[in-house]
């Protein structure tokens, strides 16, 4: 296998030019995507927000950019929905440091609090058997497969639908998220980097990988599922201040949605 070095324009994503870093192939036609000035909050950016190639790639292709990550520095993500946002550069990157100053159990009490407040008295039906009190984090799944494998089925399930490839400039899945500058949660969450916190701590107790990344959808792979009711009830609490929609506008409660959460290898979010 050939060592090529980041071409001039992957370089640019990373704040040294991208020294010593290295792709084991050649990339596909592409080119990297500036924020648009007009959508940021501090007009032009210093740096490019990521890659993304021109036509869609295999999950091969993707499983082998996600092997040579510890070498380039570059997380791949699979991009839905290309033309919008990312095509026209609708992103906000943030310094994934900022990451550091937050948690999943400290957004997960935040957003708890915040929506059961709201809530009328009725419809905390959805959250038995927690109803208003926050049921903190789950306990870590157990590995029931490698997460790295795990992510490469998921990227095979997801690459059939014709989806370009976005490579980008961060040590981790979850840090990708705020490193490309994905708004994806908008309509739940106005500042991405507290849930960045949050699919990091995912990472760690769950094996998750992130995969996928559209307009308004994150699809992670998840080698450590839980697998009883009990604990995929715990989950499905996390997953509720995450993502409310998919639990509101699903099943309708956390019960129902727990029963789809045991064992299953795939969590896709989608905000409406």
Avoid at 3 to 15: E, I, S, V
Avoid at 223 to 252: K, Y
């Amino acid at each position: 296998m050939s060592d090529h070095r980041l071409p001039g324009g992957l370089g640019r994503l990373f704040a040294d030019g991208g020294s010593g870093r290295r792709l084991p192939v050649a990339l596909p036609p592409g080119e990297v995507v500036w924020p648009d000035p007009g959508y940021t909050r501090q007009g032009d950016a210093p740096r490019p927000a990521f890659w993304m190639s021109d036509e869609p790639v295999s999950s091969e292709g993707w499983a082998v950019l996600r092997d040579w990550h510890p070498h380039s520095g570059l997380w791949p993500v699979l991009l839905d929905e290309s033309a919008q946002p990312w095509g026209v550069g609708q992103v906000l990157p943030d310094d994934p440091r900022q990451i550091d100053h937050f948690t999943a159990e400290g957004f997960m009490a935040e957003v708890w609090q915040e929506w059961v407040t709201q809530m009328p008295q009725d419809a905390l039906d959805e959250l038995e058997p927690y109803g208003g009190i926050c049921p903190g984090l789950a306990a870590p799944g157990v590995p029931r497969a490698d997460p790295e494998a795990v992510a490469d089925w998921l990227a095979g399930e997801l690459a059939v639908r014709g989806m370009p490839l976005g490579l980008v400039a961060a040590g981790r899945g979850a840090d990708a998220l705020a490193v490309m500058g994905w708004q994806g949660a908008l309509h739940h969450n106005e500042w991405m980097v507290p849930m960045a916190a949050v699919v990091r701590s995912w990472e760690d107790r769950f094996g998750a990988r992130v995969v996928g990344v559209g307009f308004n959808t994150l699809d992670l792979s998840v080698a450590a599922p839980p697998v009883d009711p009990e604990h995929a009830l715990h989950v499905a609490a996390e997953h509720w201040t995450f993502c409310p929609d998919n639990v509101v506008q699903g099943p309708g409660d956390l019960e129902g949605y727990a029963e789809q959460l045991i064992g299953g290898h795939a969590w896709s979010f989608w905000w409406d």
